[in-house]
């Protein structure tokens, strides 16, 4: 028996395809192998991160493994630190080891790898490599049409019309109203507005390449206080959802990340389809932010960090959507309106 291990190449999408149905017991159309997304996903160039971003195990020729790769890049004054979220993890259960082989692969590799959230399996398998739960992600939700997300729910039963009631209030109250000396503007370029390191080439690039994702749009807004800008959103359009893929602001106190987060709500209600208005974010600031917004805490996520140096802190990440793959999970778009 023969085993290798190699990056992934576009010649083998129809092998990677049958290989995730498989192990995940999806159908040949579920959206996270749509051939189109996992070409963006692992092939097409980004100017951000030129390494590869998939790894497959092959024994005697036959695919048995795979891990896909969301890289992210830390810097901390002079110090920078190079890790990796991995997505699409899967291994043929006849072939012993063949996961945890690529896992264990991409820990030499990196300064550090991170999960946040995961199925229940990953989440106990983690610690048994060396991973530590360091953090916790909060998702904030807050309808933003109820009456479409009510037309739209997949399952009725007899709750459905106190929940429609709860949602109607809790759209209305409190207010989405914006602080007019805060606004919003649509940008295409990040990186010639003034926010310096917020708005850096490898940021800029990142963007160029999350705006390319096949399944998803993304759209970029500065974040304006007195008609200067100040940050910057990313908000992209995900089945019902207006998901805030990412917030970047010079000021990091609680009043600006609620103006940044009602910015985001008032932009979603004007250009999307969408039901609801959902983010993520870690403590501090941002999680007090969203809800002085109006925003709800829906759900905590362990975020586990396994580094190659053996420490056990903190990454000084914001735990956005765009930290990792959840930026485009889901189903259908519902769209930006034209």
């Not at 097409?44 to 790769?69: C, N, Q, W």
């Not at 602080?179 to 940008?187: G, I, K, L, Q, R």
């Not at 609620?258 to 959902?278: D, G, W």
């Not at 793959?325 to 889901?330: R, T, V």
Request: charged share 20%.
């Amino acid at each position: 028996m023969s085993f290798e291990c190699r990056p992934s190449t576009s010649a083998d999408e129809h092998a990677l395809i049958e290989l995730l149905t498989r192990v995940f017991a999806a159908d040949s159309q579920a959206a996270f192998v749509n051939p189109a997304l996992l070409r963006w996903k692992y092939w097409e160039p980004r100017e951000d991160y030129t390494a590869p971003r998939s790894f497959v195990m092959e024994k005697d020729g036959r695919m048995v493994a795979h891990i896909g790769l969301w890289p992210v890049t830390l810097r901390t004054g002079p110090k920078s630190e190079t890790g990796v979220h991995i997505i699409d993890w899967a291994a043929d259960p006849e072939v012993s080891g063949s996961g945890v082989f690529l896992l264990q692969k991409m820990a030499r590799t990196f300064d550090f790898v991170y999960a946040i959230g995961g199925s229940d399996a990953t989440q106990s398998i983690l610690p048994k490599f060396g991973f530590h739960a360091v953090a916790e992600a909060h998702v904030w939700a807050r309808p933003i049409r109820p009456w479409r997300q009510f037309r739209n729910h997949q399952s009725v039963d007899w709750r459905l019309p106190a929940r429609l009631a709860r949602n109607v209030w809790w759209a209305h109250s409190p207010g989405k109203s914006v602080d007019p000396n805060w606004t919003a503007a649509e940008s295409n370029d990040i990186s010639s507005n003034g926010l310096g390191m917020l708005a850096s080439e490898s940021t800029s690039a990142l963007f160029r390449y999350v705006r390319r994702c096949p399944s998803v749009q993304s759209r970029i807004f500065h974040v304006l206080h007195n008609a200067r800008p100040v940050g910057f959103f990313v908000l992209s359009a995900v089945w019902e959802q207006a998901r805030v893929a990412g917030v970047w602001l010079e000021d990091s106190s609680t009043d600006a990340w609620a103006a940044a987060f009602r910015l985001a709500q008032e932009t979603a209600l004007k250009l999307t389809s969408a039901s609801e208005l959902i983010a993520r974010c870690g403590p501090g600031p941002a999680n007090l932010g969203a809800e002085k917004a109006g925003l709800r805490l829906r759900a905590r996520i362990p975020v586990f960090v396994f580094r190659k140096s053996g420490d056990v802190e903190p990454l000084q990440l914001s735990f956005h959507f765009l930290d990792n793959d959840a930026f485009f999970l889901g189903g259908p778009s519902a769209g930006f309106a034209t």
